[in-house]
């Protein structure tokens, strides 16, 4: 399984750097291929990240119990930073505004969002090495 996997890989690889390597033989002609591979990769990413979960799911129904509590944590993270986000027009590079309310309030949600998880990996990265200090 795992040679299978490794092999995988290399292919996977070698078609990307024969994508990137059309470029300055093909011109513009090869960025059609390179979305295309994009696009294949992320869809085989997305395939995998959906499977794989599901399957150590049916495996390990305990550890499903950790799974729904992190996701939990993320959907109650999502919300609170959903409702303190602003859909108040701001002013763009143009002199103009950006007045779509949704995309206001989905882009400040991204942002405090991303603001709670790196508060998150210091404060854990911080309480792992003090847990540390004192093995």
Known sequence: MKKGLSI?????LAISVV???L???????SVGIMLTWA???LGLTVAVSII???INLIKNPKGAIGTFVGLAIVVVVMGVCYALASDLPVVN???GFFED??????????LYATYVAL?????ISIFGEIKNSFK
């Open 8 to 12: 995988l890989k290399f292919v996977l």
């Open 19 to 21: 994508s990137v390597a």
């Open 23 to 29: 470029l300055p033989i093909m011109g513009e002609e």
């Open 39 to 41: 696009y294949i990769l």
């Open 52 to 54: 794989l979960p599901l």
């Open 93 to 95: 590079s143009a002199g």
């Open 101 to 110: 309310p949704t995309l206001l309030k989905l882009s400040d949600m991204g």
């Open 119 to 123: 508060a998150a990996a210091i404060v």
